[in-house]
């Protein structure tokens, strides 16, 4: 997400609304364009009037709120027209290549119907509401790269704007959360025209998009290794630079104290219902002060070596491992200027494969040079072998099963790749006690072929040490929530509520700047400051004193 903002920013790209048809309810279509030059994307948007007892966040769903698609170029009537039969469907629905991205949303309800009523009686919403919910619609779902029929990876890879990971679907979902904006305060003016007031930029800036995700997330991780090692070495490039800086400038410092300081303000907004993540949140709240306190010692900080590495350093070794990833994140803020270029080398277009040449004595190496963390692993308790994976045949999403009281585990999916590493590491012995030291993998995939594709991840693997969740993803105590915070983070995901270990919600693109934001040349918003956004009380003068909500 911040990628895209600071392209967004950097290369000028323009905004506008060619189509706003709702009525007074907010049902309807619109249209949200962005354009640079001759390239435009179009967010088309459709609004549906939605029984309560047809609401629902889970993938089997069949109506929501708003349904969308991000459209290559500028929509003609006729493709606005087929459209509205076709995106209410979702993946029942039929699509063409002109489709990106294609995606559907529900509303917070609560939250929704009080700035309708705020709004249209003249008054700013309940600012504690707005820092609890945070957003007014939250996707289900933000489908690419060819699924149900919309076009395929290959179509955008090369365009600049969208050759980084997931561009497409952050600019869907940024697009779409200017319709909700718009789409409040157009009912809230439609109830009371007199009486409306618009939201306040601050709020209306704060407020983001939510997100429900669940399952059909978790095994990206393992069918894209070459990508998630990218993802990763970046982020460890970038974190290594800060760290072996020798000196720090005093803008950077106080920028980093002033990033800590929101910071603190931001997690202390931070509130789930998940007991575990909440225990967390709590734990690091103390531990920000801790940080901010060792940061303030300004004569000890600046006197070490490597003043940021001392930094991460002690917090390694005393804080919880919330407490380290949020400094990550901090670290690398004040320095953009070092790191942004980085961005350019998460994208992947490498594609695994087979080296027959390689020996099977080569293979044994690389194995236990590699792999040593799988060969570790014990799979002979039941319970180390009690989930497994598939995909359902109604919605052909990933699901979890269990071994032992469901049917289907001879429809698993290859996500077992500890297990899978094993028994080629078994095979692969057995070929070299029997004098096959020297065969080629040629040779040994002929005799055995169902191994071709853990030989081939090892092979590939080998040369991407970042790509491999290095954990039993079949054992009872996998939790896939994990799974799914990781790749979300690397979205800029913020505001993690787990509703259990399989599915979460997040806020996406909460503090970010509005397409006014980005365009109006206003040099005293900066629109790529926007991590950590925390709402600033609101302060009333009351005969002479000032009260703070």
């Known amino acids: 997400m911040p990628t895209l903002i600071r392209r967004l920013v950097r290369e000028d790209w323009r905004f506008d609304r060619p189509l706003f048809q709702l009525d007074a309810q907010g049902f309807g279509h619109a249209v949200y364009r962005v354009s640079r030059g001759e390239r435009r994307y179009s967010l088309i948007v459709f609004s549906h009037e939605l029984a309560p007892e047809d ?11 708003a349904t969308f698609v991000l459209f290559d170029g500028d929509p003609t009537s006729g493709d606005i027209e087929r459209l509205s039969q076709n995106a209410p469907k979702q993946e029942a629905g039929r699509f063409l290549a002109s489709e990106l991205v294609l995606s559907r949303a529900n509303k917070s309800t609560r939250f929704f119907g009080h700035l309708v009523e705020c709004l249209s009686q003249g008054r700013q919403p309940d600012r504690t509401m707005v820092v609890d919910v945070g957003y007014l619609m939250r996707t289900t779902a933000v489908y690419g790269n060819g699924k149900f029929g919309i076009a395929d990876r290959a179509k955008i890879e090369a365009r600049p704007e969208l050759m980084g990971p997931f561009q497409a679907e952050m600019l869907t979902v940024y697009l779409f959360r200017c319709f909700t904006l718009d789409l409040v305060e157009h009912v809230a003016r439609t109830r009371a025209p007199e009486s409306f007031v618009e939201l306040d930029p601050e709020l209306r800036r ?7 995700t669940g399952l059909g997330m978790a095994p990206f991780l393992v069918t894209h290794p070459i990508l998630i090692n990218n993802w990763v070495t970046v982020r460890e490039t970038a974190l290594a630079r800060v760290r072996s800086l020798a000196t720090v400038e005093s803008h950077r410092l106080a920028r980093f104290r002033s990033l800590l300081s929101r910071a603190i303000g931001h997690v ?13 949140v709590l734990v690091l709240r103390g531990e920000l002060q801790r940080l901010n306190e060792w940061a303030d010692d300004e004569a000890r900080f600046l006197s070490q070596a490597l003043p940021w590495d001392w930094l991460y350093r002690q917090c390694e070794a005393e804080l919880s491992t919330e407490a380290q ?16 270029g980085l961005t350019d080398c998460m994208n992947s277009d490498a594609v695994a494969k087979l080296q027959p ?25 039941p319970e180390s072998q009690r989930q497994f994976w598939y995909v359902s045949e109604e919605k052909l999403e990933p699901r979890l099963g269990d071994r032992y009281a469901e049917p289907g585990a001879d429809k698993e999916m290859p996500l077992a790749i500890g297990r899978d590493i094993q028994k080629l590491q078994a095979a692969v012995i057995d070929w070299i006690d029997a004098g096959g030291a020297d065969e080629s993998i040629a040779a040994f995939l002929l005799q055995v072929p169902g191994f071709r594709h853990v030989v081939r991840r090892v092979q590939t693997m080998a040369r991407h040490p970042y790509g491999e969740i290095r954990d039993n993803l079949i ?8 799974l799914l915070r990781c790749k979300l983070s690397f979205f800029g995901a913020s505001k993690f ?4 270990d399989r599915w979460t919600r997040i806020t996406m693109y909460q503090g970010a700047p509005l397409p006014e934001d980005l365009t109006n040349g206003d040099d005293v918003l900066d629109p ?5 956004p925390s709402l600033s009380p609101q302060v009333e003068e009351t005969g002479g004193r000032q009260v703070i909500s």
């Open 497 to 500: 509520d787990p509703k259990s």
């Open 325 to 340: 990833e949020f400094l990550v994140s901090l670290l690398l803020e004040p320095y953009g200027d070092e790191v942004d």
């Open 475 to 482: 054992d009872r105590s996998c939790l896939p929530i994990d």
């Open 357 to 381: 040449a390689m020996t099977l004595a080569e293979l044994r190496h690389l194995l236990e040079t590699h792999y040593a963390w799988a060969l570790r692993l014990n799979f002979d308790a």
């Open 528 to 532: 790529t400051d926007w991590c950590f």
């Open 268 to 280: 202390e907004e931070w509130s789930v219902a998940d007991e575990r993540q909440m225990n967390r």
């Open 206 to 212: 704060f407020i983001g998009i939510g997100n429900s």
């Open 55 to 65: 609401r629902t966040d889970r993938v089997i769903a069949e109506a929501w709120d």
